[in-house]
């Protein structure tokens, strides 16, 4: 069934009709708002007039949300065919196939530089932020953590709109002057997969997965001490904005996040009164008119209210990236000057580093134990080597530290899986995929992560025991929390790489921020490592993702929004790009972890963000809601796909005049040539740069072309007078035809930096040439 988007006050109130045909979908359906006829009371009552013109008199008309701010319109379910007829009817833009998306699942302020003691940094310049509101789009929250406490904070902001739902698990003292604000949405979830399971999880904004909690945490978390994780990573916890305030919309449920619910949220959000939305979902990358976060995205960046999201979890493999619209922020993930090391000593003397959070029964000191691979246990030897449910022998895993490999079922699975097969410990093997990049998990037996390299070395010592008719050995030594590891941040593995896929003349991600191994809050009743079997509770959890890489962002946005409340989600956006760093703790360029090689501008964009000094970036790229129709209209849209988006009916013949799709004022530059046979290509860009730093300053430019072409800019001095002055600047790029085989590209990367001597304003330059087919 396809879901049709509108938006309403009452969130899961459609009732489930299993009489609904199975050609059925939802869709989400945008409609000329100032074209309701006066004999229609309300928007509602003349959208289920309008459907009920298409439909046949078998089928129920079911609205399943009313959409009233970012977007007019509303989602309901009905036939493909159904959804080309309501294409033909005059009021309606546009209609949207539903996506569902999926979740891209307490050292990070410090080592991002904000401390509480630092009297003239960012979080003393915003107060914390304890005037702005984060609305976190997820799984939920769980209230009563610590670090929700409303413990000195004033008075809600006289600006809040919204409510907290109340439900018989979620009661009115579930919110306070910290959680200000909870609502949850499920007509499309509940549309598509039936009235939900109340006995798994909560009709309420309560969080029954912990992702939620955990995300709203890093966001915007009070300041908790003592703070860990199974005893790992002691210390205070707290996230970017501690003092902001949160707004929980709970969007994602069992069967994943589905967009007329995650528009909804959008829509409720925005009328609300939230400065950030924070959305840690992914999904699959489709032109921005199809695709329900872009549209939420633009309503709400329209409204002046930045939006970040997580770039997805599908590196290191090129063009993984996903939330690529310009108008939203799209995050990456790095490390943290922080691990948890745990090796495996091999009976041959070998000791292979790995990773884990794991503080139960220990494997006896001193003691080797059998190690045996699971994939050679007889039986089918795919199922196994992954250690998929049901899969081992007993009798080849008891007593034994078994080697799974990764993939398919979670990494903590795997380990129920050999544990309830007799296993006494677990290693856990990346894939050639996943490279050397390691994640913590806090296992239910006693088990480890080791990188591709090292799971290949364990099996070859396994092989080479078995062929000397010896039995091999090994144990795994826990050794804590590691701090001032060098070199961070690295690029996370799994963190998704560009090219853009949509746009590519548009670098994405923009930034990176911690992602790797990140303490934050975690709800009872889910035990730490989400396993159901896992009955453990703890206040805070240790997880990985682009996920928790994307709040970092969004509590910093809220303090550079507290501190600078004139700026502009661009401009903001813009801070952050242009001060990022992309130098290691180590004096070196930041690596990939996948590869340990050196990592590019498609791995971290902008680099990884530097709060400090994106408090007074000197310079931002400014860009306004015509901006983006201008890039939409060069984007070669049509008019309706245009409006779908932006509800503005656009006029692209200016545009046209003002260049191609490179001139969106982005604080990065992306060059894409098409090799047709020729030998030099060259293009342009137009940018234009607002002085927020001091007046009276000249920038001079330094040019680090990428190899192989020619990069100049005109002025190469820019000279302000004044504070808000904007200044134009044009960038050529000319480069030289590269031998590549038919259908294959090459990417090279340079820099374009002004500098007034105080602040340096960088911009990364790509230039991408391909070869068509």
Known sequence: MTTLFLYFSAFCSVSYSTASRDDQKTFIVRIQHDAKPSIFTTHKHWYESSLSSILSASTPTQILHVYENVFHGFSAKFSPAEALKLQTLPHVIGVVPEQVRHLDTTRSPHFLGLKTTDSAGLLKESDFGSDLVIGVIDTGIWPERQSFN????????????????????????SCNKKLIGARFFCSGYEATNGKMNETSEFRSPRDSDGHGTHTASIAAGRYVFPASTLGYAKGVAAGMAPKARLAAYKVCWNAGCYDSDILAAFDSAVADGVDVISLSVGGVVVPYYLDAIAIGAFGAADKGIFVSASAGNGGPGGLTVTNVAPWVATIGAGTIDRDFPADVKLGNGKVIPGVSVYNGPSLTPGRMYPLVYAGSGGGDGYSSSLCLEGSLDPEFVKGKIVLCDRGINSRAAKGEVVKKAGGIGMILANGVFDGEGLVADCHVLPATAVGAANGDEI???????????????????????????????????FSARGPNPETPEILKPD????????????????????????????????????????????????????AHPEWSPAAIKSALMTTAYTVDNSGETMIDESSGNTSTVLDFGSGHVHPTKAMDPGLVYDITSMDYVDFLCNSN????????ITRKKADCSGAKR????????????????????????????????????????????????????????????????????????????QATEVKLSPGSTSMKTGSIVWSDGKHNVTSPLIVTMQQPL
């Open 150 to 173: 409303d413990r000195d904070l004033g008075p809600i902001p006289s600006k809040w709109k919204g409510q907290c739902v109340t439900t018989k698990d979620f009661s009115s003292s």
């Open 459 to 493: 099996r070859r010592y396994i092989d080479s025991s078995s062929k000397t008719k010896s039995q091999a050995t090994a144990t795994i030594v826990f050794k804590g929390t590691r701090l001032g590891v060098k070199p961070a941040p690295v690029v996370a593995s």
């Open 511 to 562: 930034v990176i921020a911690p992602g790797l191994n990140i303490l934050a809050a975690w709800p009872d009743k889910v035990g730490p490592s989400g396993v159901p079997s896992d009955k453990r509770t703890t206040e805070f959890n240790i997880l990985s993702g682009t996920s928790m890489a994307c709040p970092h962002v969004s509590g910093l946005a809220a303090l550079l929004k507290a």
């Open 637 to 644: 849209y049509t008019i309706n796909n245009i409006q779908v």
């Open 658 to 733: 003002a260049g191609h799709i490179g001139n969106l004022n982005y604080p990065s530059f992306s060059a894409v040539f098409q090799q047709f046979g020729k030998h030099k290509m060259s293009t342009h860009f137009i940018r234009q740069v607002t002085n927020v730093g001091d007046p009276n300053s000249v920038y001079k430019v330094t040019i680090k072309p990428p190899s192989g072409a020619v990069v100049t800019v005109e002025p190469d001095r820019l000279v302000f007078r004044r504070v808000g002055q904007k200044l134009n600047f044009l960038v050529r790029v």
